[in-house]
């Protein structure tokens, strides 16, 4: 069995071999246990761990699976995961075995959820990370996946997208400081399309201002008080992105205002959630309709495709994916233009 009482502490704890899933013998020993009936399980649950048995508790698996992505999610992907997993998943699934979950479980725990009152697009973020666990598990261990028969809860960004036109762009950006880093910012977004995290890695040195281009490499995002700088998203995210004069003309006049600025330094050093802060204060100034940063960058593909670009180049320039992706979200924005290549075939009749 393995598991003994410590008379000195008056706790338990465990003291076994056990064979790792290569068939190597090993020992361990575990203790702090209160009861004996926690050695117990915890014993079972670290055999079946090594065994990369499916029959152990929910709250087990969660370790093999992120054990099993350590090498492969971003460093930011795995906190952002840990975080929803730990707040919403495991309180009410821990203690279930992973191969005893059943839809009806996961039903229950829909609409526990849903009555805690998180918004459709958190809610659908949060049931993501669910089905993710149990997707791997089904293709690496072959344990029946109970979220495939349940319809999933929430709704994406996709279902619906805030964004801006030009005039109430205009609108906003009347009122910001042009001699303020968060003039040029706010244009770059607006104007490019280019996430916040990517904007906020920029250097002067990703302009080339005889070629008029911004070159994405790289995306910036704060983690445990700590700047990060890494890959960007996908590598599609690795693009050049076509420049208007204007807004080269306003980078080199920010770039110039600073100093013997070095060219490998970030040229906008704050933390996204300044860059909230600063956004909401002069939306409100504005008098404009509430948006977030992100919808900046939907602004911009919004304001494309009014003016008649096609999805493919609005894939090219925001870094998507596939096409897929962008028709997904801004799919419905296309209608009209529908209708206006109706219009001309009438006319020509």
Known sequence: MGVYKDDKTASWFCKFYFKDWQGDRHQTTKRGFKTKRDALRWQADFIAKENRSMHISFEAYVKIYFEDKKNKLKERTVYNKKYMIDKHILPYFKNKKVDEVTSSDIIQWQNAMEEKGYSQTYLRMVQNQLTALYTHAA?????????????????????????????????????????????????????????????????ISDFDFDRKELRITKTYYRLERKDIITA??????????????????????????????????????????????????????????????????????????????????????????????????????????????????????
């Open 232 to 349: 960007p998203k996908t590598e599609n995210s690795i693009r050049s992105i076509s420049m208007p004069d204007f807004l080269l003309e306003e980078v080199k006049d920010y770039y110039n205002r600073l100093y013997k600025y070095p060219r490998n330094e970030r040229l906008f050093p704050v933390v996204p959630k300044a860059v909230e802060n600063k956004f909401k204060r002069d939306i409100e100034k504005a008098g404009v309709k509430r948006i977030r940063i992100h919808d900046l960058r939907h602004s911009h593909a919004s304001y494309l495709i009014d003016r008649g670009v096609d999805a493919m180049r609005i894939k090219e320039r925001l870094g998507h994916k596939d096409i897929k992706i962008t028709l997904n979200t801004y799919g419905h924005l296309y209608p009209n233009k529908q209708r206006e290549l109706a219009n001309m075939l009438d006319a020509a009749k």
């Open 139 to 203: 293709k690496i261990y072959g344990l029946k996946n109970p979220c495939v028969s349940v319809e999933k809860m929430g709704k994406s960004d996709a279902d619906h997208i805030d964004f801006w036109t030009k005039e109430e762009y205009d609108r906003f950006i009347s009122v910001v400081d042009k001699s303020d880093k968060y003039y040029v910012l706010f244009e770059l977004l607006f104007w490019t399309g280019i996430r916040i995290g990517e904007a906020l890695a920029l250097t």
